[in-house]
């Protein structure tokens, strides 16, 4: 018989999901409202609807003619796309020796350095803007992502990632004569795929969003990426919500789409399957 006080628990946990779900969609539901709505509808006002009356791209068309957004979204996809290269090859080959390698300190230097997750970045702001001045990187794209070369998150996440692979599939390769650079290449790496895809995904989305680090490194502004340009988009056309919503969607929709077709790799993967015991 069906547990009927089973079937209530589980329709209100999902009903609770739903509204949460909602509160936080949301906002996006409104900015997109905002960036298809004509001037002639209201945005602020009693009367103020969540779909606009009469759709159209003009607001889109207008922010991309009178700025230079494309500029900025190459800026944008060039520095997310080298910092996610970089930190994943920085923070794997840290992470790999913390794992499986064993020398005299690896647990302490492991701790401090998961230890610099709690350092607000306020913190280290002045004294690395700095040496990336001294570094002559100001207005340069390896001084965006300069601060983002590797993390302490990357470390750990792929640190444990690499505890979990089996030590027979690491001894195999020993005995066919490999280095620990081709086991961490050939062995490592594709053993861990959905901790890299996640990995991926987190920097992408801080190094795409990031505003306040360009915004202290750059002055120039053939150089913004999409934060910088949308925030002098909103001071210069003296707050119209429509071109800043449409300038906001065109800033967001690369990380929404990279997740939507990044999503199905984020699953377990059976590395152990080929041993036997």
Same mark, same amino acid.
């Given at each position: 018989?069906?547990?009927?006080?089973?079937?209530?628990?589980?329709?209100?946990?999902?009903? *609770?999901?739903?509204?949460?779900?909602?509160?936080?969609?949301?906002?996006?539901?409104?900015?997109?409202?905002?960036?298809?709505?004509?001037?002639?509808?209201?945005?602020?006002?009693?009367?103020w609807?969540?779909?606009?009356?009469?759709?159209?791209?003009?607001?889109?068309?207008?922010?991309?003619?009178t700025?230079?957004?494309?500029?900025?979204?190459?800026?944008?996809?060039?520095?997310?796309?080298?910092?996610?290269? *970089?930190?994943?090859?920085?923070?794997?080959?840290?992470?790999?020796?913390?794992?499986?390698?064993?020398?005299?300190?690896?647990?302490?230097?492991?701790?401090?350095?998961?230890?610099?997750?709690?350092?607000?970045?306020?913190?280290?702001?002045?004294?690395?803007?700095?040496?990336?001045?001294?570094?002559?990187?100001?207005?340069?794209?390896?001084?965006?992502?300069?601060?983002?070369?590797?993390?302490?998150?990357?470390?750990?996440?792929?640190?444990?990632?690499?505890?979990?692979?089996?030590?027979?599939?690491?001894?195999?390769?020993?005995?066919?004569g490999?280095?620990?650079?081709?086991?961490?290449?050939?062995?490592?790496?594709?053993?861990?795929?959905?901790?890299?895809?996640?990995?991926?995904?987190?920097?992408?989305?801080?190094?795409?969003?990031?505003?306040?680090w360009?915004?202290?490194?750059?002055?120039?502004?053939?150089?913004?990426?999409?934060?910088?340009?949308?925030a002098?988009?909103?001071?210069?056309?003296?707050?119209?919500?429509?071109?800043?919503?449409?300038?906001?969607?065109?800033?967001?929709?690369?990380?929404?789409?990279?997740?939507?077709?990044?999503?199905?790799?984020?699953?377990?993967?059976?590395?152990?399957?080929?041993?036997?015991?």
């Amino acid at each position: 018989m069906v547990n009927c006080k089973s079937l209530n628990k589980t329709g209100i946990r999902y009903l *609770l999901l739903t509204l949460i779900a909602l509160g936080m969609l949301f906002p996006l539901f409104w900015l997109l409202s905002t960036a298809f709505k004509s001037p002639a509808e209201d945005i602020f006002t009693v009367s103020w609807q969540l779909l606009p009356q009469n759709p159209t791209w003009d607001n889109f068309l207008s922010v991309w003619q009178t700025y230079p957004f494309g500029r900025y979204l190459f800026n944008s996809t060039v520095v997310a796309i080298l910092t996610v290269s *970089l930190n994943l090859l920085f923070c794997s080959l840290a992470a790999y020796p913390l794992a499986r390698l064993n020398f005299r300190g690896r647990d302490l230097l492991f701790a401090v350095i998961v230890a610099t997750i709690m350092i607000p970045f306020q913190i280290v702001m002045i004294p690395l803007y700095i040496l990336t001045v001294q570094l002559g990187l100001r207005n340069t794209y390896l001084g965006i992502i300069f601060p983002n070369l590797a993390s302490a998150f990357g470390i750990f996440l792929l640190r444990q990632a690499f505890q979990g692979v089996p030590k027979e599939l690491e001894e195999a390769a020993r005995i066919d004569g490999c280095s620990e650079l081709d086991i961490w290449w050939h062995i490592m790496i594709p053993s861990v795929r959905p901790a890299l895809v996640t990995l991926a995904i987190f920097v992408f989305i801080g190094a795409w969003s990031d505003f306040l680090w360009p915004l202290i490194i750059l002055d120039r502004p053939e150089h913004y990426t999409l934060p910088l340009g949308v925030a002098k988009l909103a001071s210069a056309l003296d707050l119209d919500w429509r071109l800043i919503a449409a300038g906001s969607i065109i800033s967001i929709a690369p990380a929404l789409l990279l997740f939507v077709f990044l999503q199905k790799y984020i699953i377990p993967t059976d590395v152990g399957s080929g041993v036997k015991g």
